[in-house]
């Protein structure tokens, strides 16, 4: 479980994540994805993340406190230009205020 970061539209919120290290570990990234339902541009429904560190940029010297602390940083500061949900990037690109607000309702009635 990660809290959400302070100053976010997930502040207060505690999400579930399910974390898979494959057999190759620490040489493969670990699996990540979220097991509680977020709005956020990087988070597909299905939770799976688009972080650069569980894909391309993972490295054998990174723990699992720092993707836990990346993806508390993802939260912190979403990045609509590289999504995994569409409709929520171009709703943060189109009115990023409305899409905050939104993140923050969601996250109040888990």
Not at 30 to 35: D, I
Not at 59 to 81: K, W
Not at 90 to 106: C, F, I, M, Q
């Amino acid at each position: 479980m990660i809290l959400g970061p302070s100053q976010s539209p997930y502040e207060g919120g505690v999400f579930k994540l399910e974390l898979f290290l494959p057999e190759e570990y620490p040489m493969a990234a670990p699996k990540v994805h979220f097991l509680t339902k977020i709005y956020h541009p990087n988070i597909d429904k299905l939770g799976r993340i688009c972080l650069d560190i569980l894909k391309d940029k993972w490295s054998p010297a990174l723990h699992i406190r720092t993707v836990l602390l990346s993806i508390q940083a993802l939260l912190s500061a979403p990045n609509p230009d590289d999504p995994l949900a569409e409709n929520i990037a171009k709703h943060w690109k189109s009115d990023e205020a409305e899409a905050v607000a939104t993140g923050r309702y969601l996250n109040s009635t888990l």
